[in-house]
Nanobody
């Protein structure tokens, strides 16, 4: 079964950047849409971004548009989330998961096979 592993989280000051990676340690993600979600303390998990199998279609939640960029390198079995101009409200645990499609509305119900998450903390 496909296993997804997130990495790249850490502590960063407001305005800083991080790049998260979602790697398929078992199997291939080349034929899957991949989504990134985050869960802030005390909050529900929310969809942040997704990318289609081809990489042509991407989607972002409004709060990260213009700051985050999702991309994929199927040869490396990896999906990236480049996060720029990070703000305290971006703090949370970030998860990747697989789906069949990348839709405009990034809903947990459409995703499965969640990774363990990587923590992002934005604080001065």
């Amino acid at each position: 079964q496909l296993q997804l592993v997130e990495s790249g989280g850490g502590l960063v000051q407001p305005g800083g950047s991080l790049r998260l990676s979602c790697v398929a340690s078992e199997g291939t993600l080349g034929n899957l849409a991949i989504g990134w979600f985050r869960q802030a303390p005390g909050e529900e998990r929310e969809g942040v971004s997704c990318i289609s199998v081809s990489g042509i279609r991407t989607s972002y939640v409004n709060s990260v548009k213009g700051r985050f960029t999702i991309s994929r390198d199927n040869a490396k079995n990896t999906v990236y989330l480049q996060m720029n101009d990070l703000q305290p409200e971006d703090t949370g645990v970030y998860y990747c998961a697989q789906s069949t499609w990348c839709l405009s509305s990034i809903s947990m119900a459409d995703y499965k096979n969640w990774g363990q998450g990587t923590r992002v903390t934005v604080s001065s």
